[in-house]
């Protein structure tokens, strides 16, 4: 990978694409967890690897991952568009968010239910303002540690944990009271 991302940021276009290979469904994945919608999601993929290849001298690999930095840049992006708090109707085929309990239910009644109950979730993540959906993206969704994190959204490691928890307590006050909409 060193000789890859050597070659990328000297300006190799073939590593760049492979680079996108690489990375394009967390980046992808992050943006459309963070803004609800897949067309605003393919833009922010399009600007990230945008960004990536205009500040490519940028990186360096000694001060961070290479998916730390990705993080960073698409979060960034997702703050400078318009966060709009409408309803959006969420589809975990379009998500491509398969809940690990699903894929082993056998009866059909559970695994309705569990799709069910996980869409309840994501639609009361979505109610969540970008500063507390980010840590839980970030942590649940793409299982960076509390330390990656932090580097990520550049915050101190107790501002992290306390997001997380102030998100999951929302998180489940939310689902036990069925309440799903801002």
Known sequence: MTG??????????NAFEMLFHQYEKLVFRTAYLIMGRRETAEDILQEVFTSAWRSRQTYDPNKGKLTTWLHRITLNECSRKKYRKTSTTISLEEKGIDPPEMRYQSQPEEILINKLEYERLLRALDALDIKHRSVLVLRYFNDLSYQEIAETLEISLGTVKSRLHQSLRYLKERMNTGETTA
Do not use: R, T
């Not at 890859?4 to 190799?12: H, K, R, V």
């Open 4 to 13: 890859q991302m050597e070659n990328w940021q000297s300006g190799d276009m």
